[in-house]
């Protein structure tokens, strides 16, 4: 089945920095979507983006479906976007999602 | 948006008794539903894919007997977890969604049993 490696497993920031996370998966996709995990275990949905750019305020992702990876960055990082970001595939021909490793982001005030 | 609303948030149970989870779809009708699985510091691992109106498909390894799942209508699907142990504690979350849309998440149910 479908593989997908997110990096890297923990990130530690500054309030302030921006940062990069990276998604990359074995397989074509007709899905993707990143979420962001809070404290109490809800998933946030943040980007759905099989391809292409999008943003939302502080937040952008880019999904290069072709080389099989996809980004998210997020700008001047605050203290609230700490916790576990996924991101989650649907390989093409199917509805299922699969989930990546997971990044771990902390930041400090 | 698409709103899954997932109940209970929490449950305790004692080994050897049944719990049921409810998924609801609020604001769309959802052919399917989709069960996952988190344990502590760890990725979500998809359990079962849940049909309204037939059979769940579960993934490999997943126990159909122990995890019962029911669609019965098109905003409702129930994962039972029969006869639970301590080895079946864990974060338990489902999805609904369109495929062309993206999914939305439900708040997961905590489950301890004891």
């Known amino acids: 089945g479908i593989q997908v490696e997110q990096s890297p497993p923990d990130l530690i920031l500054q309030e302030g920095a921006n940062s990069t996370l990276r998604c990359n998966f074995s397989?074509?996709?007709?899905?993707l979507q990143w979420f962001h995990q809070n404290p109490w275990g809800q998933l946030i949905n943040l980007f759905y983006?099989?391809?292409g750019t999008k943003q939302n305020g502080r937040l952008s992702a880019t999904t290069v479906a072709t080389e099989r990876y996809s980004l998210l960055y997020i700008s001047s990082s605050q203290t609230t976007d700490s916790g576990v970001y996924f991101c989650?595939?649907?390989?093409?021909?199917?509805?299922?999602?699969?989930f990546g490793t997971g990044t771990r982001l902390k930041v400090l005030a | 948006g698409a709103v899954v609303s997932q109940h209970p948030s929490r449950v305790i149970c004692k080994s050897g008794t049944s719990v049921k989870i409810e998924c609801r779809s609020l604001d769309f009708q959802a052919t399917t539903m989709f069960w996952y699985r988190q344990f502590p510091k760890k990725s979500l691992m998809l359990m079962a894919t849940s049909n309204e109106g037939s059979k769940a498909t579960y993934e490999q390894g997943v126990e159909k007997d122990k995890f019962l799942i029911n669609h019965a209508s098109l905003t409702l699907s129930t994962l039972t977890v029969t006869s639970a142990h301590p080895e079946d504690s864990s974060f338990y979350i489902c999805?609904?969604?369109?495929?062309?849309?993206?999914?939305?998440f439900g708040s997961g149910t905590r489950l301890t049993v004891v």
């Open positions: 983006i099989p391809s």
């Open positions: 397989d074509s996709v007709n899905n």
């Open positions: 999805s609904a969604g369109r495929r062309d849309y993206g999914y939305t």
């Open positions: 989650a595939v649907g390989a093409s021909g199917t509805y299922k999602y699969i």
